[in-house]
């Protein structure tokens, strides 16, 4: 009984790591020219990691152990007006490619309709299993 | 006579439930960096199913190359596990509905055809 539900709770917990990828996202490009943070100079590309975890040998769930800063460098644009220019008169920008992240971005959307088929397929498959009563 | 075909349906539930559990969880991981798809041999397990008499099953899990592993190993096929989820749930389907069938037909000669 206990493991009739398990792939429902596998798929629901790859729908919510899916959907905190896409919230990472959505911050990457919400933030593609954000030049100041709190913690001082400019935002950085952030990125999920993805790690899997056992329920029983037959079903393994995904989630999230970390967020991680992209460590390559930004890029560099000469604006001396710009208020965080340095002496050079070079300003930099956040390391967010926005074409990069629409990739991402559609790589998730589509994981994330993936495991809600698979949720509606085992609900069906279990509306049958009931309807086995009905002789 | 003992009938065979409850048993056999029983037993196609059983394999199908457990394999549809092992497809969600390579769906489920499909993005996780190291992830190795796992299937069971659906006729091997049914097979052996059938030879066993105990209500606990065991099932030899086994990691089918369905493609190259990605650049971070991951060798889940989303394509090749939908098409699997699809032929499996069916089946469940098909076991649901003969299991149906047979007990109308069970009922049918209980009540005397009536």
Not at chain 1, 35 to 56: E, I
Not at chain 2, 58 to 79: A, K
């Amino acid at each position: 009984m206990k493991e009739m539900f398990l792939p429902l709770k596998v798929s629901a917990t790859a729908l919510e790591a899916q959907k905190i990828r896409l919230n990472t996202i959505a911050s990457n490009v919400a933030n593609a020219s954000s030049t100041k943070t709190a913690d001082g100079g400019p935002y950085r590309r952030k990125d999920v990691l993805f790690r899997s975890f056992l329920y029983d040998e037959s079903s393994v769930g995904v989630d999230i152990p970390k967020i991680v800063e992209d460590q390559r460098p930004g890029r560099m644009v000469f604006e001396p007006s710009h208020p965080d220019a340095d002496k050079n008169g070079y300003v930099s920008y956040p390391n967010v490619n926005v074409i990069e992240e629409m990739v991402n971005l559609m790589a998730a959307s589509r994981a994330y309709e993936a495991n809600l088929t698979l949720i509606s397929t085992y609900k069906d498959m279990f509306t049958k299993t009931l309807g086995i009563t009905n002789v | 006579m003992p009938d065979s075909t409850m048993k056999i349906l029983e037993k196609l539930l059983d394999v199908t439930a457990y394999r549809q559990r092992i497809l969600t969880s390579n769906i489920a991981n499909a993005d996780t960096p190291g992830y190795r798809a796992k299937d069971i041999d659906f006729q091997r397990e049914l097979d052996s199913a059938m030879k066993s008499d105990s209500k606990t099953m065991s099932y030899t899990i086994y990691e089918p190359m369905t493609t190259l592993p990605n650049r971070d190993g991951n060798t889940v096929n989303i394509e090749v596990e939908m098409a699997k989820i699809a032929e499996n749930s069916l089946t469940y389907t098909a076991a649901t509905q003969l299991l149906t069938m047979k007990l109308r037909m069970m009922k049918s000669a209980i009540r005397g055809g009536v």
